[in-house]
Nanobody
Framework: QVQLVESGGGLVQAGGSLRLSCKAS????????IAWIRQSLGKVREFVTT????????FYSESVKGRFTVSRDIAKSTVYLQMNNLKFEDTAVYYC????????????????????WGQGTQVTVSS
């Protein structure tokens, strides 16, 4: 069973940095593609970034490209999201999500492709 637990959220000033962690159950990172997805108050969930299971390739949404970096430590079964130069509009609940869907490489930026989710961690950026 896939289990995902996020941590690292908090309150930060605009321009600051945070690093989120997603601790996955054993063997998840070898068998599943992982994404970070966020949801701001009153808005739909938004794809942020993904790291694939095959070679660790990554893809970012335009809104975070150049500021956020996703990485993984397979030995620790953990995926990280380093967030730099945070903006007020980055305020959201950040979720870690996983999929082993055969369609991943066609729609990895679609929220609906991810079937396993963590509980989320709140990131608040003050302006």
């Amino acid at each position: 069973q896939v289990q995902l637990v996020e941590s690292g959220g908090g309150l930060v000033q605009a321009g600051g940095s945070l690093r989120l962690s997603c601790k996955a159950s054993e063997r998840t990172l070898s068998n599943y593609h992982i994404a970070w997805i966020r949801q701001s108050l009153g808005k739909v969930r938004e794809f942020v970034t993904t790291i694939n299971r095959d070679g660790g390739g990554t893809f970012y949404s335009e809104s975070v490209k150049g500021r956020f970096t996703v990485s993984r430590d397979i030995a620790k079964s953990t995926v990280y999201l380093q967030m730099n130069n945070l903006k007020f509009e980055d305020t959201a609940v950040y979720y870690c999500a996983a999929t082993n869907s055969a369609t991943y490489y066609y729609n990895f930026n679609s929220v609906g492709v991810y079937g396993y989710w963590g509980q989320g961690t709140q990131v608040t950026v003050s302006s």
